[in-house]
């Protein structure tokens, strides 16, 4: 095994060596470089990519005064992921990317149903019919929270079984760009009027109502996660199901060593509670695209990540995810497959 | 054949009604439409995209004055295109994406050079060993700028023949920043010095004296370009015979309706003198990245272009429009494979 200072001076010299100029792949060089420490080698590659998607609801939704969809459509989401009518299944289609639909604790029974053919089939690790109303006291017990973050785990685990070296998470969940901005303002003290955004595309109106629900919300249950500032605390009290079994299997892809490919706003409010728990894994995120939902350039700056793609896209299920794998791919394949100065008989610059 | 007022409309209809947030595909979207105004079809698809790098040398170059690489460079690339060893080879095989690479007037004989098996063939358009230096009078003659046009042209033709509904133009040709950065002034009035950039890596001291040939040179023309202010001028007194090509390729990929993938500082270089010529061409185009060029962001700017990509890539040959490539998959792909709100049973926003 070589050292992480040797291993990315090798991995330079390779990239440096191919018949380019110096730094002319930009971000890809980095990538490149990146995906060789993940795995401990000169010779990185990918062979089994894998898109989860964690489905869950929010007691907050059911109230109406965050989101303009009805809590239902959170089902009725899934049971698109099953028939393979969403965005996500139409981009791991168009590149060959596993997917599977983990039901986290959605407000609905999806027993008899199933994927099946060329759709994922669903997942159950149901937690509860989603979450309690954080305005009316804790989202979930630290029993639930436990359940949570290790069915998130196991889901990695079981894929990490099969051989799976790449990963992105995606989720679907009515309200949860709320709990998204209430988790980023406790961990990044960013007021969480500036965190919230217009999640599936709140109006004015609703947008300021939303951030009214929030303030309230936060200053309710400051004094407890002020006591205890960890990830454990602030799940509990304002997290949801979706969220905590990410913050779970963001741990044990960077424990398995994967390449994790990190989507938008609720994806990334995972990672900063996983953060907190292993400040490392880090270290094996790339982060795909930055999201038109408002927060998150701004969590992206707190994490100093510099995300690979910026279209605008809000839409999250991990399809900013999908859209980045094809430029992560491109990175392993220069490197593999370029040619250098001397094999090619280039002259470098003099 | 609908009107392209109806035909908007009703993309945008087919859009707004698949199962996601409105806008919530961001860029995407915009590419969907756009690719069905192209194709003029509510189901634009790709079926055989393709490549073409446009290979020619300057006299420029000869003199070491703009450029760290020597000129024998751009011929050691052709061959390195030709091997499938260079960045652009690995982009066309990860993606299927067909790769040519034309002669347009390298200082070296290829003959008896073939690429061959997986290899791209070399197409043979010469119009010069090299441009003459634009230091000493014009780049190339009437004749030659006729010659090279129609072979972009006619480069394009033959793909369009055998299907090709999606083209990129690539370039190589050492010195050729310099060039792209004296069309660039002409055209957009901004002045030279802030035109160019390091080019394939320049220092401080290189890019210093890169700036001061060009004003030289910039001055030089201007008599000459201001009587006659037209792309034919400013091609015969600082063009390159591998710009002239593109610009002949751009005009008719545009008239055979082809998706076009706009790569970096020089292949936008040449799209502004095709605009000078049709102006309508742009609507058929796709600005694939920002170049990690100086010049690059600001000629998008001039176009009010908006980019997909921004990988501080600064490489030419096409990368940045193979990168973009499935980025325009996934667009057409959303659009033909999602379901809509009605067959899949999604609530719509309250």
């Known amino acids: ?95 060959r990317l596993g997917l599977s ?52 785990r196991s889901v990695v685990r079981d894929l990490a079984a099969k051989g799976c070296d790449c990963i992105g998470f995606g989720e679907m969940g009515i309200g949860n760009t709320s709990s998204a901005s209430l988790i980023m303002s406790y961990v990044t003290g960013i007021p969480v009027e500036e965190c919230a955004g217009r999640g599936t595309g709140a109006s004015d109106e609703q947008l300021e109502k939303k951030r009214e629900v929030l303030r309230q919300t936060f200053r309710l249950h400051l004094p407890a996660i002020a006591a205890n500032p960890d990830a454990m605390t602030i799940l509990e009290h304002v997290g949801g199901f979706e969220i905590a079994m990410m913050t779970g299997a963001f741990l044990q892809a960077a424990e398995a060593r994967m390449v994790i490919l990190v989507d938008g706003f609720i994806a990334t409010s995972a990672l900063l509670l996983a953060r907190l728990i ?13 999201s038109g939902e408002s927060g998150h350039a701004r969590m992206l700056e707190y994490l100093d990540a510099e995300p690979l793609l910026d279209l605008r896209m809000r839409l999250g299920e991990g399809t900013g995810a999908a859209m980045a794998y094809p430029l992560v791919k491109s990175a392993l394949a220069f490197l593999r497959e370029m040619a250098s100065f001397d094999t090619a008989g280039v002259s470098k610059a003099e």
């Open 101 to 152: 639909v983990v039901d986290a604790g959605v407000n609905f029974d999806f027993d008899g149903t199933a994927g099946g053919g060329s759709s994922p089939n669903l997942i159950s690790h149901k937690i509860g019919y989603g979450t309690r109303n954080y305005l009316e006291g804790s989202a979930m017990t630290a029993g639930e929270l436990g359940k949570a973050l290790e069915a998130g």
């Open 278 to 290: 292993r400040e490392n894994v880090q270290a094996f995120c790339i982060f795909s695209h930055t």
């Open 1 to 95: 095994m070589l050292t992480e200072i040797v291993l990315r001076e090798r991995l330079q010299q390779m990239i440096d060596n191919k018949t380019k100029p110096l730094g002319a792949l930009g971000r890809l060089e980095e990538i490149a470089v990146q995906a060789g420490l993940i795995q401990n080698t000169l010779t990185p590659e990918i062979k089994h990519p894998h898109i989860v998607v964690f489905a869950a609801d929010h007691g907050i939704a059911a109230t109406g005064s965050v989101n303009p969809y009805p809590q239902a459509v959170t089902a009725q989401m899934v049971l698109n992921f099953l028939a393979g009518g969403a965005a996500i299944n139409v981009f791991c289609r168009q590149h």
